[in-house]
């Protein structure tokens, strides 16, 4: 089992930056591939930014250049750096982990960027 508790949304203004974590805890050994996806209500839940096990990482061509995934081991958090904020990043991220056996998901933490 692995759990994820997400952090560090809010509400800020166009142009702004946030910095979402991520806490991990359970079989953290057991979890190859992490990432962050956001969802709008009515929309299906994408894939914003991802990094692997190695450290590889990968971004939607909507964020690339302006959020930033890195994965703190010794303190077992993922972090989504996020900046230059806009209108249409406004939705419910949300901490994704991948293991051999299951995919785990956090509860999600809201952002909302005004314009």
């Known amino acids: 089992q692995v759990q994820l508790v997400e952090s560090g949304g809010g509400l800020v203004q166009a142009g702004g930056s946030l910095r979402l974590s991520c806490a991990v805890s359970?079989?953290?050994?057991?979890?190859?591939?992490m990432g962050w996806y956001r969802q709008v209500s009515w929309r299906q839940r994408e894939l914003v930014a991802g990094?692997?096990?190695?450290?590889?990482?990968n971004y939607a061509d909507s964020v690339k250049g302006r959020l930033t995934i890195s994965r703190d081991n010794a303190k077992n958090t993922v972090y989504l750096q996020m900046n230059s904020l806009k209108p249409e990043d406004t939705a419910d991220y949300y901490c994704?982990?991948?293991?051999?056996?299951?995919?785990?998901w956090g509860q999600g933490t809201q952002v909302t960027v005004s314009s």
């Open positions: 990094i692997t096990g190695g450290g590889r990482t």
């Open positions: 359970g079989s953290i050994f057991s979890i190859m591939d």
């Open positions: 994704y982990a991948k293991t051999q056996w299951a995919d785990y």
